[in-house]
């Protein structure tokens, strides 16, 4: 499986955020992630549907939602309609998760769950062949910017094991501190699909950053 690039929206300048999209798209972004926060699972207030609406209509690439939120099944075809790709929803705040992931694959969506650092792999163990993709956190979610856990390297690297045993083609999707010096050890650990913010829009010069981050990776994919 190769390994794409994902630039975080988060990081992005909200004010000219179309023409942030479009800048990363030409730069050589495979997919965009948008982060929903509600202030509840986590300690920040991002954005909603409506926002993401606009992003769908910005761009054609794949687009991730990643709902950092409580009782997101109440939300789910709210953000589908407005043009999600993969939704990902989180193990810890899902009380009924099998059912969550039913939910996403009804509305035709890929099926996303996300882990906390925390966060064991065996609470998906039996609801693996239900998703198509799992997004290990290698930060604690709410804000960007945050330095990478190494403790998560092991999960990241169980996780794979995991899928292979039971014979399944499970995305290892991987936010959180990712860089051009992270990005290796979590593809070397089995993740092929990096989330990444500040990595991407800090430095100005995106098609450069997305170059770097696929440079480090290339050797170790």
């Known amino acids: 499986m190769p390994v794409k690039i994902s630039p975080s929206l988060l990081s992005a300048d909200f004010g000219r955020l179309a023409e942030e999209i479009r800048a990363v798209e ?9 982060d929903v926060m509600d202030g509840r699972f986590v300690p920040n207030i991002t954005i909603g549907p409506l926002v993401v609406k606009a992003i769908r209509a910005a761009t054609k690439l794949p687009l991730g ?12 075809q709210q953000f589908a309609e ?30 996303g769950v996300a882990l906390n650092p925390h966060t064991p792999i ?13 997004l290990v956190m290698t930060v604690n979610p709410g804000f960007g910017g945050q330095a990478f856990i190494d403790l998560t390297l092991p999960k990241i690297e169980d996780l794979r094991a995991e899928i292979e045993l039971q014979g399944l083609n499970v995305e290892i999707a991987v936010d959180g501190g990712i860089d051009a010096k992270t990005a290796p050890k979590v593809v070397q650990a089995g993740g092929r ?20 981050l696929k440079a480090a990776t290339a050797q170790v994919a």
């Open 65 to 76: 939602v990643h709902l950092m939120i409580v009782e997101p099944e109440k939300y789910v």
């Open 82 to 111: 407005a043009g999600a790709d993969t939704l990902y929803v989180h193990v810890e705040a899902c009380q009924h998760l099998h059912r969550n992931l039913q939910q996403i694959r009804a509305l035709k969506k890929r099926v």
């Open 26 to 34: 030409a730069a050589g972004a495979d997919t965009l992630h948008v």
């Open 193 to 212: 699909h990096l989330i990444a913010g500040s990595a991407v829009f800090d430095g100005g010069d995106y098609a450069r950053a997305i170059s770097a």
């Open 122 to 134: 065996e609470s998906l163990r039996w609801i693996l062949s239900e998703v198509d993709s799992v």
